[in-house]
């Protein structure tokens, strides 16, 4: 989805820059039809903008600025008066800065939602859709509430999983700790013992000690040469199709593949709910949702969505046999369409299903601790049956038998 830049003016009003989300110049200049503004000049087009890597953290909190925004907003005060609200009550003068960039920019009289995509990465990108949709349908105040929910329940799911991957995680480290020292320090220790005794080492410490020397000397090949295994393939196929064939194989993982679709579901569910609450109309709704979704290959399968809309297909239809919609998903939502409330039925669905997704979560951790300890425990194996091995050999040769 491209950003279209355009000098505009609804009627009575003087022209002004106007920046529109799109798939297309042709549905851009729609969207400004539809808000009664006149598109005169397009002045420029671009993707919007990307993370940038920096070892310096923004201050700006998004989180926290939405957090407050939703009760001033409830509570019937202005935009412009919230903003000030807000900017007033920041300890970080970044964060104040940035709220106060934002009033300036109403005052300029531009829309909330192009302020917010003007920030570009600060905002998640579902953000400037449902604040759009919000001011079209006169529910921004209902629709900056859900905002606040839903990127509360988001982190508090980020927060889990970071939170509980905290132990997984030591016990990786101590284990590559020490798989590093035994064939880093022990092992070559043990190796020349053989060497002062003038005897050919066998077999198994020959073994260990290759490792070892690889382990020591040739460590950045391997890192080196993945890199240039991405490149090359990046060179072949194109980065866009690398990227499209590596995420359909990262969805076929067992147990991990089904919570990476879980997770784009949850966002995709709970981008629906929020929606229809808000009385967003379905083509558009289903639209914004599956912008969502950030695997390609997941987004692929919601692509045709609108179109059996279009053909008049219910919801509940249009997303029947999609491989990856939650199987309870389907009758669940029928149900609301039946009895009306489709808006309450899907945000029950996205409830269940992060609940579900946190305990699969919880279960694929819980397998991964001990995953990494037998891991351990082979290579531990592997070394002390090679050096009992080499000890059998120097016993066999103090005794002048013959070697093993």
């Not at 009033?103 to 300029?108: C, I, S, T, V, Y």
């Not at 290759?210 to 060179?235: D, H, Q, R, T």
Request: aromatic share 8%; charged share 25%; with cysteine.
């Amino acid at each position: 989805m491209a950003l279209y830049k355009y000098t505009g003016a609804a009627r009575g009003e003087k022209p002004r820059e106007i920046l529109i989300e799109a798939d297309s110049e042709k549905e851009a200049r729609e969207k400004l039809r539809v808000r009664g503004i006149i598109p005169i000049k397009l002045l420029g087009e671009g993707t919007a903008e990307k993370a940038r890597f920096s070892l310096k953290r923004s201050k700006v909190n998004t989180f926290e600025f939405t957090r407050e925004l939703a009760p001033l907003l409830d509570s019937y005060i202005p935009l412009e008066r919230a903003l000030s609200i807000i900017a007033e009550s920041a300890h970080e003068k970044e964060q104040r800065d940035f709220v106060n960039s934002m009033r300036q920019a109403l005052h300029e009289g531009k829309k909330f939602s192009e302020i917010v995509r003007s920030h570009g990465a600060l905002f998640p990108p579902y953000y400037a859709n449902l604040i759009e949709s919000g001011e079209e349908t006169g529910c921004l105040p209902e629709v900056v509430r859900e905002l606040h929910k839903f990127m509360g329940e988001s982190k508090e799911l980020k927060d889990f999983i970071i939170s509980s991957s905290v132990y997984p995680s030591a016990i990786m480290a101590i284990t590559l700790l020490v798989t590093v020292l035994l064939f880093t320090v022990f092992v070559p220790r043990f190796a020349n013992i053989f060497t002062d005794m003038g005897r050919e080492q066998p077999p198994s410490m020959q073994f260990l000690l290759g490792v070892s020397e690889f382990a020591k000397y040739a460590w950045w090949m391997l890192p080196l040469g993945c890199i240039g295994f991405w490149y090359a393939l990046k060179k072949i196929i194109g980065e866009e199709e690398l990227k499209f064939k590596i995420a359909g194989q990262v969805i076929r993982l067992p147990l991990f593949g089904r919570i990476i679709i879980d997770l784009e579901m949850c966002k995709y569910v709970r981008t629906l709910s929020i929606l229809i609450g808000n009385h967003v109309e379905i083509i558009r709704t289903v639209r914004i949702s599956g912008r969502i979704i950030s695997n390609p290959v997941i987004a692929k399968a919601f692509s045709s969505i609108d179109r059996k809309l279009k053909g008049g297909d219910k919801l509940s239809a249009a997303l029947a046999g999609n491989p990856y919609v939650p199987s309870g998903m389907t009758p669940m939502l029928r149900v609301g369409e039946e009895s009306g409330n489709v808006g309450p039925m899907l945000e029950k669905i996205a409830s269940n299903l992060e609940s579900d997704t946190k305990l699969k979560i919880k279960r694929l951790l819980s397998l991964f601790e001990p995953a990494v300890i037998v891991f351990l425990a082979v290579v531990v194996l592997i070394v002390v049956v090679s050096i009992f091995v080499a000890m059998m050999e120097i016993n066999s040769i103090s005794q002048g038998g013959p070697s093993l």
